[in-house]
């Protein structure tokens, strides 16, 4: 079912009458990749390739290379843009690099932990 027909749908619901206060459509843009100062290293690369991961969004490139500098990082994206990879790939980086390194991991919900840990 297209959107609109959903959203229409939804709005010719009696139980659900008056909730839609407003619909806007944006549309889609192409995506923008960004380049990291140092490659990752060829396991990392190789894991997400596996996984369909050629390039790195901007914001996930800017964001490792800020961290990979001991900058302190905040990312605010949309849902499913890829922000994981923007602490799992410097976490698992420095693993790599020394298996002493260690990383604490803090989500508001068990669900997101669970949800971030099968990714891993």
């Given at each position: 079912m297209k959107t609109t027909n959903f959203i229409?749908?939804?709005?010719?619901q009696r139980f659900y009458k008056?909730?839609?206060a407003h619909v806007e459509r944006i549309p889609?843009?192409?995506?923008?990749?960004?380049?990291?100062k140092k490659p990752?290293?060829?396991?990392?690369?190789?894991?997400?390739?596996?996984?369909?991961v050629e390039k790195?969004?901007?914001?996930?490139?800017q964001a490792i290379n800020a961290v990979?500098?001991?900058?302190?990082?905040?990312?605010?994206?949309?849902?499913?843009?890829?922000?994981?990879?923007?602490?799992n790939l410097p976490v698992l980086e420095a693993i790599i690099t020394d298996w002493r390194a260690r990383a604490l991991y803090?989500?508001?919900t068990k669900a997101l932990a669970q949800d971030q840990l099968r990714a891993l």
């Amino acid at each position: 079912m297209k959107t609109t027909n959903f959203i229409h749908h939804l709005k010719g619901q009696r139980f659900y009458k008056g909730q839609i206060a407003h619909v806007e459509r944006i549309p889609a843009r192409r995506a923008r990749y960004g380049r990291l100062k140092k490659p990752l290293p060829p396991l990392l690369r190789d894991a997400l390739k596996r996984v369909g991961v050629e390039k790195l969004y901007t914001h996930q490139a800017q964001a490792i290379n800020a961290v990979r500098e001991g900058h302190n990082v905040v990312v605010a994206t949309s849902t499913a843009s890829g922000k994981t990879l923007c602490y799992n790939l410097p976490v698992l980086e420095a693993i790599i690099t020394d298996w002493r390194a260690r990383a604490l991991y803090l989500f508001p919900t068990k669900a997101l932990a669970q949800d971030q840990l099968r990714a891993l």
